[in-house]
C-alpha cells in the first residue's frame, strides 16, 4: 500500500487546515487508517484514527478541534483540523494497517503561526 499526503502548510492561530491522504495499491485489505503527528523534538504521536467501520479515536490534545473521516471508494482519508495552535506545528503522518503489515506515508507539514 502506498500514501500520497498532502494538504499541509502556514496557518495563523485559529485557523484551518485539511489532510488528505490517498492510498493505492493493495486498498482492499485496509483496515484502520490513522494520522500521527511528529513536532521538532518529539516522539512521533497520534493524532486520530479511523476503522474502515468508520469508528474514531482521537488523542485528548485535538478532541473538540480535529475531525478525521476517510472514502473507502476513493481509498482517501481526511482529516479536518479547526482552531490550530502553535502546539498543532509537526510533521503529519498518515498511517495504515492492512492485511499485509502497516504503511506510513511521508508526511506532510502543518506550521501554525502565533
Known amino acids: 500500500v502506498q500514501l500520497q499526503a498532502s494538504g499541509g502548510g502556514l496557518v495563523q492561530a485559529g485557523g484551518s487546515l485539511r489532510l488528505s491522504c490517498a492510498a493505492s495499491g493493495s486498498t482492499r485489505t485496509i483496515n484502520t487508517m490513522a494520522w500521527y503527528r511528529q513536532a521538532p523534538g518529539n516522539q512521533r504521536e497520534l493524532a486520530a484514527s479511523i476503522t474502515k467501520e468508520g469508528s474514531t479515536n482521537y488523542a485528548d490534545s485535538v478532541k473538540g478541534r480535529f475531525t478525521i473521516s476517510r472514502d473507502n471508494a476513493k481509498n482517501t482519508m481526511y482529516l479536518q483540523m479547526n482552531n490550530l495552535t502553535p502546539e498543532d506545528s509537526a510533521v503529519y503522518y498518515c498511517?495504515?494497517?492492512?492485511?499485509?503489515?502497516?504503511?506510513w506515508g511521508l508526511g506532510t507539514l502543518v506550521t501554525v503561526s502565533s
Open positions: 498511517n495504515v494497517l492492512h492485511a499485509y503489515g502497516r504503511n
